[in-house]
């Protein structure tokens, strides 16, 4: 779950209610991982009004990620 966040954040800032809408997941859950990946230093939030607007703290974490998924998927057709 915490790679599908990443993901959606590589493409800009996202609100907990966009995430729980893109990843059809429970907002208790996409909360309790925002704030793992908030205390490691991977995302930072943002207050907007009521809401909080999360982004990724550095972009090339997002590259990364791609990679090793592409990698995963690419192990799995041989």
Do not use: F, T
Not at 24 to 33: F, K, N, T
Not at 44 to 63: I, P, S
């Amino acid at each position: 779950m915490r790679i599908a966040i990443v993901l959606q954040l590589r493409d800009g800032d996202r609100c907990v209610h966009e995430l729980v809408e893109a990843l059809d997941v429970a907002q208790p859950l996409i909360s309790q991982h925002l704030r793992v990946l908030k205390s490691a230093g991977v995302v930072h939030g943002q207050r907007r009004g009521r809401e909080v607007a999360y982004r990724l703290v550095d972009d090339h974490l997002a590259h990364i990620v791609v990679d090793a998924v592409a990698h995963v998927q690419e192990e799995a057709k041989r």
